[in-house]
């Protein structure tokens, strides 16, 4: 038991969370516990995003299970579940700070990730890591040690809330690159053309490929996670984009006049969950049938994305499973729209 939670074991708050309530029936004592110390953290700052989710009487669903992943990640690594309670109440304090929205946003991202990786079906004798440093000092997100095998991972998150709101007002948008001259053509016609926003996973490619470079390659793999919302597109377009994708020999993301690879990256994971935890946190319905907004889409339709690198190893399946994902190439994602690579979409 961590020092911090001792005493919500023992608080007498407990017998206010109501067995009836069905998402809080056959209560985990560690999850209370963690619901308890989150909701204090919270309710502890002058404003917070979540203060009124946290201050009714019944216990919200989603919040709920935040705490039970939270208490679940403590099981595996020691620590992991305070440092996830500890840092919600800390994106507090002001009023309406989209900042800290965005970063709380990113922090479920991080929670709802690390959980689908605990889930896979590693072996018994497999360890677990948040943040293993490197040789090169920088620590991806997540390390399981598999016997031989050494997996890491990396999860990021874009701040899309303006683009959100540009998407919304745009009449026009490219969401991949094509040539500078095709650019400004459309522009010139419509210049509040929303423009590809491909330079974050750029970045984000960059920076995950540095942090894995600092561990020897051997059995395993390295897997970046991209969790965006539900205009999933957005990032296959930036990474195979036949004009100027990523992982193309066309990227726009050049040194020396040659496409940069990002040699330490085996595969990428796009997860559309941005939107369903804006959902949830609006106490709105969440898509495609989730129970909660950690969950996976119930929708055969709506399933994450896998891409392997052109130069990454193989990885075992039960990765791409456990994200709920289909390769790029599944023939089933070829007919739904939100997988295919557009030029340009006209709004009307």
């Known amino acids: 038991m961590h020092e911090f939670l001792r005493p919500y074991y023992f608080d007498n708050r407990r017998a206010q969370i109501s067995p009836p309530v069905p998402h809080v029936a056959a209560q985990c004592p560690d999850a209370v516990a963690f619901y308890l110390a989150a909701q204090d953290g919270v309710l502890a700052k002058d404003w917070h995003w979540l203060g009124y989710l946290y201050s009714i009487p019944i216990v919200n669903k989603d919040l709920w299970k935040f705490a039970q992943l939270c208490a679940s990640a403590e099981r595996v690594v020691p620590g992991l579940g305070v440092r996830y309670i500890t ?21 479920f991202a991080e929670v709802y990730a690390i959980n689908r990786i605990l889930l896979m079906p590693w072996s018994s004798c497999a360890h677990f890591h948040f943040e293993p440093r490197g040789k090169n000092g920088l620590r991806p997100e997540f390390q399981v040690v598999d016997g031989e095998r050494i997996y890491n991972f990396e999860v990021k998150s874009p701040s899309l809330l303006l683009h959100q709101r540009r998407r919304g007002s745009s009449s026009v948008q490219l969401p991949v690159r094509i040539t500078k001259e095709f650019t400004a053509s459309v522009q010139l016609k419509n210049p509040d053309a929303l423009l590809p926003r491909d330079n974050p996973v750029k970045d984000f490619l960059v920076s995950a490929n540095e942090k ?30 036949e004009f100027a994708g990523l992982l193309t020999p066309n990227s726009f993301h050049r040194e020396g006049g040659e496409a940069v690879v990002y040699d330490f990256i085996d595969a990428v994971v796009c997860a559309r969950q941005m939107n369903v935890f804006q959902e949830a946190l609006a106490e709105r319905s969440l898509p495609d049938d989730r129970r909660h907004m950690f969950d996976l889409s119930q929708n055969p339709y709506t399933p994450n994305v896998y891409i392997p690198t052109p130069w990454g190893e193989i990885l075992p399946e039960h990765i791409r499973e456990g994200f709920g994902a289909l390769t790029h190439d599944d023939e089933r994602l070829q007919v739904i729209a939100e997988y295919r690579m557009p030029e340009y979409i006209f709004y009307v």
């Open 212 to 241: 894995f470079s600092g561990f020897p390659r051997g059995p395993g793999g390295n897997i970046l996670v991209i969790v965006w919302d539900d205009f999933i597109y957005e990032p296959i377009g930036s990474l195979l984009s």
């Open 87 to 107: 840092e919600l109440a800390r994106l507090g304090g002001r009023e309406r700070d989209e900042l800290q929205y965005q970063q709380m946003l990113q922090l």
